[in-house]
Nanobody
Framework: VQLQASGGGLVQSGGSLVPSCTASRTDFDFSFGTMAWYRQVTGKERELVAAITSGAPTEYADSVKDRFTISRGGAKNTVDLQMNSLKPEDTAVYYC?????????????????WGQGTQVTVSS
C-alpha cells in the first residue's frame, strides 16, 4: 500500500492549505483504523498533528487546536487536513499515516503505512 500526499505548498501567514492523502489500495476500508497527519522539521522529531480513529475522540496537537481540522475524505481511503490561520512555525514536511492495532492495548499493528511527505512553508 502506498500513501500519496498532496496539497502542500507555500502560503503567507494567516492563509490556508488543505493537504490530502490517498491510499493506493481502494478495495480496503481504512476507516476501521487510524488515519493521521504528522509533521517534521529538519533536526527535530516527527510530531503528531492530528489523528482520526473510528469510535474515539479526534486528536490534535495543542499547537494546532482550533486552527486545523482532520477529516476522512469522501472515499474510505483518504484523509484531509484543513489548515487555517497558518503560522510560520507550522512550516514542516507533513506526512500522512494509516494504521490499525492488532489489539487496543497492544503495540503490534495489523498495518502501519506512511506517505512520502508534502512540504508546507508559511512565510511571515
Amino acid at each position: 500500500v502506498q500513501l500519496q500526499a498532496s496539497g502542500g505548498g507555500l502560503v503567507q501567514s494567516g492563509g490556508s492549505l488543505v493537504p490530502s492523502c490517498t491510499a493506493s489500495r481502494t478495495d480496503f476500508d481504512f476507516s476501521f483504523g487510524t488515519m493521521a497527519w504528522y509533521r517534521q522539521v529538519t533536526g527535530k522529531e516527527r510530531e503528531l498533528v492530528a489523528a482520526i480513529t473510528s469510535g474515539a475522540p479526534t486528536e490534535y496537537a495543542d499547537s494546532v487546536k482550533d486552527r486545523f481540522t482532520i477529516s476522512r475524505g469522501g472515499a474510505k481511503n483518504t484523509v484531509d487536513l484543513q489548515m487555517n490561520s497558518l503560522k510560520p512555525e507550522d512550516t514542516a514536511v507533513y506526512y500522512c499515516n494509516t494504521r490499525l492495532k492488532a489489539t487496543p492495548a497492544g503495540t503490534a499493528y495489523v498495518y502501519n503505512y506512511w506517505g512520502q511527505g508534502t512540504q508546507v512553508t508559511v512565510s511571515s
